[in-house]
């Protein structure tokens, strides 16, 4: 069977959505919402933002209920006023994918040379992953859809054993009182919060390999809830351990937590480096999926005449070299905001595009069953 012919279930789809979603957010989203927010009230912004998530999500699922077994880009290519503003949202994904991948690339080689190999060059970290990624890519969908759900639960128990250790060790004193300033922080965090939650832009495109049945949004917003729990106890547990102003400036609170713990005396002493080796397979599953997805748009979009395994290398030339346009930790978070801006940007502007054309197929279809009559 073809590999990229592989009918994605509800369940797989779910997985493959938290896969994508818990990449980079699981570890910064405590000192994003410190920095931005300056109280103990980020969890509560972490609620909210899951929530406008579900609605996109909803929205998503609903839009693609009326193309089933098609992206929206096919979709709104069939059009001959369509091809070229699928041409453009293309573009802007691939653009979109491939800038992601790089992100992902160089927060990876960052994480391992700051707390496991310091000596080792971050390029040798980075040809490794992408080497990795590029083998799972030639694997096609069935590969990776099966990569996540083997991943998944390992990374998702592994962060669960650091928060219930961590637990002991925080005063809820660092999480009162609550929502002192008002609610103008709370909404200042929600945004950072929906930012964390991006990754739910591969529906437009996974969603075409489910069939009709299974396009629902209630398995999706299932996994997005499982995200929101595990963020909520993140950033309680962050502040509680650590306060509000010592997550501030802490590039990685939920590493820090993991480095204050002694699980077992004299067999485990150091949980941090199990919590990133861990922590790596989920990055390896967000950079696989993104290179994936890119490689895809390429081959049956834009040029299609090479094979996915020689585009997929391309790709990975030129993500290591975005990778490290960034001179500084710094640097590398500020290109990380700027492409959650613009992953929300062309996710807004695809939804508003596709009902668009539903409403136009609809109008089209109704007038010609009327002069039919």
């Not at 300056?38 to 909210?48: H, K, M, Y």
């Not at 996974?206 to 106890?233: E, H, Q, R």
Request: charged content about 15%; proline content about 3%; some cysteine.
């Amino acid at each position: 069977m073809d590999p990229n012919s592989y009918q994605i279930s509800k369940i797989e789809m779910s997985v493959t959505l938290i896969c994508m979603i818990i990449g980079v957010g699981i570890l910064t989203l405590p000192r994003v919402l410190a920095s931005s927010m300056e109280t103990p009230d980020g969890w509560i912004s972490v609620g909210i933002g899951s929530l406008m998530t579900m609605v996109i999500i909803f929205f998503i699922v609903k839009l693609h209920r009326h193309f089933p077994g098609e992206t929206l880009f096919m979709f709104v290519s069939k059009s001959s006023k369509g091809k070229w503003i699928g041409k453009l949202l293309t573009i802007a994904f691939f653009v979109h994918f491939l800038s992601l991948l790089s992100y992902e690339a160089r927060i990876l080689t960052i994480v391992i040379r700051m707390y496991l190999l310091a000596e080792t060059p971050s390029e040798i970290t980075a040809v490794i992953i992408f080497l990795a990624t590029t083998y799972a890519v030639t694997k096609g969908l069935q590969g990776i859809v099966h990569l996540n759900l083997m991943f998944l639960p390992i990374v998702l128990i592994m962060i669960f054993i650091i928060l219930m250790f961590s637990m002991g060790e925080g005063q809820v004193d660092h999480l009162l009182p609550i929502a002192a300033e008002g609610i103008s922080p709370i909404i200042t965090g929600v945004s950072d919060t929906v930012f964390s939650f991006l990754g739910f832009e591969i529906l437009f495109f996974f969603i075409a390999f489910m069939k009709l049945k299974d396009i629902m949004a209630a398995p999706l917003n299932g996994g997005i809830t499982v995200i929101t729990i595990f963020y909520v106890a993140v950033v309680a547990i962050s502040y509680s351990v650590l306060s509000v102003e010592g997550t501030k400036v802490i590039a990685f609170p939920l590493v820090a937590l993991a480095k204050e713990l002694e699980v077992v005396q004299g067999i485990i002493e150091r949980m941090e480096p199990l919590l990133i080796t861990v922590w790596i397979m989920t990055i390896f599953n967000t950079m696989t999926i993104s290179h994936f997805l890119a490689t895809r748009l390429v081959k049956e979009v834009l040029i299609t005449k090479p094979r996915s395994s020689t585009i997929a290398i391309i790709i990975t030339f030129f993500s290591f070299i975005i990778a490290f346009i960034p001179n500084s930790i710094q640097e590398t978070f500020i290109f990380g905001d700027l492409l959650s801006y613009f992953a929300m940007f062309i996710t807004i502007i695809s939804l508003i595009i596709g009902y668009t054309f539903v409403v136009v197929k609809k109008k089209k279809q109704k007038q010609e069953g009327s002069e039919a009559m």
